[in-house]
């Protein structure tokens, strides 16, 4: 099991940017995909981005791309998203997510293929 702690939301103005972190709690961090999430008031929560174990297959929403850079750091069991550009449409909870078995396009943006969750970091754009 791992755990997984989101940090670096905040309140940015449209057209600014962010980076968020997750740090996870094991060591095994490097065996695991990992996935961004969000969740919007009253919106269903929504794939943002994946990467697979070793960094060297990601996966990005439309609504995102070229805008929104994951990435992970194996040696200090971390994983980041870039953030650039933000719109106020991004305003949400941001959740980071794990899981193991295979990297595929429909499993990696799949929420319930995920079973380790973070408690998410709140994210404001404003216009």
């Known amino acids: 099991q791992v755990q997984l702690v989101e940090s670096g939301g905040g309140l940015v103005q449209a057209g600014g940017s962010l980076r968020l972190s997750c740090a996870a709690s094991?060591?095994?961090?490097?065996?695991?995909?990992m996935g961004w999430f969000r969740q919007a008031p009253g919106k269903e929560r929504e794939f943002v981005a994946a990467?697979?174990?070793?960094?060297?297959?990601?996966y990005y929403a439309d609504s995102v791309k070229g805008r929104f850079t994951i990435s992970r750091d194996n040696a200090n069991d971390t994983l980041y998203l870039q953030m650039h550009s933000l719109k106020p449409e991004d305003t949400a909870v941001y959740y980071c997510a794990a899981r193991g078995g295979r990297f595929t396009t429909a499993q990696a943006q799949n929420g319930i293929q995920y079973p380790y969750w973070g408690q998410g970091t709140q994210v404001t754009v404003s216009s």
């Open positions: 094991r060591r095994t961090f490097s065996s695991y995909h």
């Open positions: 990467i697979s174990w070793s960094g060297g297959s990601t």
